[in-house]
């Protein structure tokens, strides 16, 4: 079974706060997206990762992407109110046509 | 370029009924997946459809069911709906050639069953 397992589940903070949120895998991915999600809409893409060791910055949100293409994590730098969503990892596994999703992390970030 | 676009937005209905969704992917692209999201359950995938033909599918009874048409838009039918068949339902497209591929997704259809 592939699987992408994403931690933390739930995370509450303040804003200005910085937080980092992690997707693992055993599959070997040949890319790997990031989404957000706001209640009721499509999960909107933030970025995609093809390269083992890959770093992408978007202005607050840093993206890295594992040198053996299983890993990824989400860092975001003095979080802000507007930043509150669900966040999805999910990657096309590697020599399949299989898109697996993560198991989602729900961020809020108080005022 | 078009985004993924779905058709209904929202819709109600009643146990028993069934009901046909719409989604026409993004110009190009030949792989349409469906999935379902609810609260307790997040994000579950149904099919995909590739070339008109299903290439993947989820864990789902055969009361959903799909199709994909010559221009890759592709139609999901959820006969004899159930209660628990409230959700937020969501189609993404990408080109389908497999590799490093983005997928997109469209806004959703929110269904409720009474």
């Known amino acids: 079974t592939q699987l992408l397992e994403q931690s933390p589940q739930f995370l509450s903070i303040q804003e200005g706060e910085n937080l980092t949120v992690y997707c693992n895998s055993s599959s070997v991915f040949s890319s790997l997206q990031w989404y957000r999600q706001e209640p009721g809409e499509g999960p909107v893409l933030l970025v995609t990762?093809?390269?083992?060791?890959e770093v992408k910055k978007l202005k607050r949100l840093t993206f890295q992407f594992g040198d053996a293409r299983k890993d990824s994590s989400l860092h975001i730098t003095a979080a802000q109110t507007g930043d509150t969503g669900l966040y999805l990892c999910a990657g096309a596994i590697v020599g399949t046509y299989k898109y697996i999703f993560g198991t989602g992390t729900r961020l809020k970030v108080l005022a | 370029k078009a985004g993924v676009t779905q058709t209904p937005r929202y819709l109600i209905k009643t146990r028993g009924q069934q009901v046909t969704l719409s989604c026409s992917p993004i110009?190009?692209?030949?792989?349409v997946s469906w999935y379902q999201q609810t609260p307790g359950q997040g994000l579950q995938f149904l099919f995909e459809?590739?070339?008109?033909?299903?290439?993947n599918k989820g864990n789902f009874p055969g009361r959903f069911s799909g199709r994909q048409f010559s221009n890759s838009r592709s139609e999901m039918n959820v006969s004899t709906l159930e209660l628990g068949d409230s959700a937020l339902y969501l189609c993404?497209?990408?080109?389908?050639?497999?590799?490093?591929?983005?997928?997109?997704f469209g806004p959703g259809t929110r269904l409720l069953v009474l």
């Open positions: 110009s190009g692209h030949r792989s």
């Open positions: 459809y590739f070339s008109e033909t299903q290439r």
């Open positions: 990762v093809v390269t083992g060791g």
């Open positions: 993404a497209s990408r080109p389908g050639q497999g590799g490093g591929e983005t997928q997109y």
